[in-house]
């Protein structure tokens, strides 16, 4: 029922620093919890961070804990994707998702998804 529109992906260098955002439209955006997958070719989606919808509790997957951070930004329906010392294994589709309730590892829990961003990194 939500609606994401994100934006941010892009073509940058290994090292390098992008932040992605994601839109959400919905009179229940508020009481959604958020979460960012990405999906490189010939890959399954795989989770990446998610954010409860009072922005106190987050989660991450093991390979980008230290490096990326997810945030919200619930006045403007707004949940961002800070990704530091971006290596060329995080090339991959970025998506957002939201669901009602608490958040979720599993692509099949989210009901709501973004378009998809491309995020490539450079060697």
């Known amino acids: 029922q939500a609606q994401l529109v994100e934006s941010g992906g892009g073509l940058v260098q290994s090292g390098d620093s992008l932040r992605l955002s994601c839109a959400a439209t919905g009179r229940t955006f508020s009481d959604y919890a958020m979460a960012w997958f990405r999906q490189a070719p010939g890959k399954e989606r795989e989770f990446v961070a998610a954010?409860?919808?009072?922005?106190?509790?987050?989660a991450y997957e093991d390979v980008v804990e230290g490096r990326f951070t997810i945030s919200r930004d619930t006045a403007n329906n707004t949940v961002y994707l800070q990704m530091n010392r971006v290596q060329p294994e995080d090339t991959a589709v970025y998506y957002c998702a939201a669901r009602p309730g608490y958040y979720s590892r599993w692509e099949e829990d989210y009901d709501s998804w973004g378009q998809g961003t491309q995020v490539t990194v450079s060697s």
């Open positions: 954010i409860t919808w009072t922005g106190k509790s987050t």
